[in-house]
C-alpha cells in the first residue's frame, strides 16, 4: 500500500511517496502556487499523483508549536485535509511534525553513530555550511527533492560537500545500507574499495 506525505505551506505543497510495501519514502516534487488561497491547481495535481503512484492513504503534517498550541497554519492545515479527503475519498491522517528531527538523531545514536544538531544555512553562525568547510562534518545525508531550486538549503549543503571532500549520500536506501553496515560492524573498521578494481 503506498502512502502519500504532504507538507502544506502557505505557497508549496511538498510531496514525497512510499514504496510499495510503505517501508521507506521518497520525495517526488513540489507544488508551487502564486496565492495562499489558489488551491484549485495543488489539488488537481495532487489527485494526478494519487492516481499515478496508486495511494491509498495520505499523511499530513500538521505544524503545531513546540508548546502544543495551534496557530493560524493548525487550522488552514485542518481546512486542507478536509477538502482534501472530500476531493479524493482517500483517509488523511494528520501527523505532528514537532520533534521529526530530533527522533532522528535519536536513531542515529542509538545505531552507534556520533551526530549533533547542527544551525541551518540561514541560521546563525556556525551552520551547516561552516561546519562542512571547517572539516567537522564527516557525512552528509540529504536527499534532493525534484523541483526544488539551486538556490535551496539542500542543493547549497550538498554543492559544499562536494566541493569540500565531505562524503554525502543523497539516497535515503543508501543510507539506510551504510546504518546496516554500521551496526553489523561496529568492533571492525571497514575499508572502502574501488569496485572497478575488482
Known sequence: MRIMGLDFGSKTVGVAVSDPL?????GLEIIRRKEENKLRQTYARIEELIVEYQVEEIVLGM?????????????????????????????VVLWDERLTTVAAQNALKEAGISCQ??????????????LIASGTIELIINTPTKGRKQDSDG?????????????????IDTARALLTIRQQSRSEDLTPIDITTI
Open 22 to 26: 510503505g517501508i521507506t519514502a521518497q
Open 63 to 91: 505544524p503545531k508549536n513546540m508548546n502544543g498550541t495551534e496557530g493560524v497554519r493548525v487550522e488552514l492545515t485542518q481546512e486542507f485535509r478536509e477538502k482534501l479527503m472530500r476531493r479524493t475519498g482517500l483517509p
Open 117 to 130: 544538531l547542527v544551525n541551518r544555512v540561514s541560521q546563525a553562525h556556525p551552520n551547516i555550511l561552516d
Open 155 to 171: 542543493f547549497r549543503i550538498r554543492r559544499s560537500a562536494v566541493e569540500h571532500g565531505v562524503g554525502c549520500v543523497t539516497a
